[in-house]
């Protein structure tokens, strides 16, 4: 039978089970140790800082993921770490995009700048790229989610993108036509990368979203099995396992 582990309570139960031998748990266990308030309904807040994504990825995550998977038989060291891996190369590669945008924000793509800056609208699409290959490959149903609609942003700005000679591939990774790219009027190129509004910015957000979703888990009514594969919810579009 799935075993739910969404929502607050499950959360707060497996990281307060790391310290505590009875088990008892509350959402205040989740908003102390991310360090952020909880809403209305005890849910903490999603947003996490560089230091909170370290400490996780340096092990926390992993000793939740042991704590929960090795009261289930069924489950193996090997289900463990491949289900680690997923979670950490997806936030990994959305906060290699919240990091490569950030470099972007003083950039000065005037024709005659643009030789020496390209470098970082390179790298900016290299990161989209990766995020796209591990979002969609995600463990999470609303991780996946956000992933596409990433993507879907990116398809709303094909017209403004393909004169800056960037196209997305059936696979939905994007390919820069660099000849194009340093022929490009500026204003176009601010619009595609410059601010919050800007196609970049728009992306940016997304990927912020999908950092903390691939670091507090599925928040939707998905769930893990005790065999740690991952329980589809009836009429989902999509279909990972671990």
Do not use: C
Not at 88 to 101: C, I, Q, W, Y
Not at 201 to 224: H, R
Request: zero cysteines; aromatic letters at 8%.
């Amino acid at each position: 039978m799935p075993i739910n582990v969404s929502g607050s309570s499950n959360i707060s139960t497996l990281f307060s089970s790391l310290n505590n031998t009875d088990n008892k748990s509350s959402a205040n266990d989740v908003s102390a140790f991310f360090g952020s308030a909880g809403n209305n309904n005890g849910v903490p807040s999603v947003g996490f800082d560089l230091s909170t994504y370290s400490a996780l990825k340096n092990g926390t995550y992993r000793k939740v993921m042991n704590k929960y998977f090795n009261t289930k038989p069924q489950a193996t060291e090997e289900d463990i770490k491949k289900a680690t891996a997923k979670i950490e190369r997806t936030a990994d590669a959305a906060g290699d995009v919240v990091g490569s945008f950030n470099k972007l924000s003083d950039l000065s793509l005037a024709e005659t700048d643009r030789e020496k800056n390209v470098d970082k609208i390179e790298d900016f699409i290299k990161k989209y790229n990766s995020l796209v290959e591990h979002g969609e490959d995600s463990i999470y149903d609303n991780v996946a989610q956000k992933t596409k609609w990433m993507e879907n942003i990116t398809d709303e700005s094909s017209n403004l993108l393909a004169s800056a000679g960037i196209s997305a591939g059936s696979d939905g990774k994007l390919t820069l036509d660099k000849d194009k790219f340093m022929k490009a009027d500026e204003d176009t190129l601010n619009d595609l990368f410059k601010g919050s509004s800007s196609w970049a910015g728009k992306v940016e957000y997304k990927a912020e979203q999908i950092y903390s979703l691939a670091l507090t888990g599925d928040t939707s009514a998905n769930s893990y099995t005790n065999a740690a594969t991952y329980g589809k919810v009836r009429g989902s579009s999509y279909n990972t396992t671990v």
